[in-house]
């Protein structure tokens, strides 16, 4: 490319922005910028106590590790040929 082309280039591209931007500004107009927005009740920190049926002392805890087995091995793997 020669120097001219990317003076042409650039002009064209300026003229354009330039364009573009006051086409913008007849063509969308600002709305008013006031937006109303839901008021909500604030959470209460004190909470109610749960449904004995479900959380009392007998019941299942799916957070315990599970162990399957009497092997303590920590690696079962190491060791063993094919």
Not at 19 to 24: D, E, N, R
Not at 32 to 59: G, H, L, M
């Amino acid at each position: 490319m020669r120097q001219k082309d990317i003076v042409i280039i650039v002009a064209v591209v300026g003229v354009s922005g330039l364009l573009a931007v006051v086409i913008s500004s007849f063509a969308i107009k600002p709305a008013d910028k006031k937006q109303e927005v839901e008021i909500v009740q604030a959470i209460a920190p004190d909470f109610s106590t749960p449904d004995p049926r479900y959380f009392n002392a007998n019941s299942i805890d799916p957070t315990l590790q599970i162990s399957i087995g009497d092997d303590s091995n920590a690696d079962p793997f190491k060791g063993t040929s094919p």
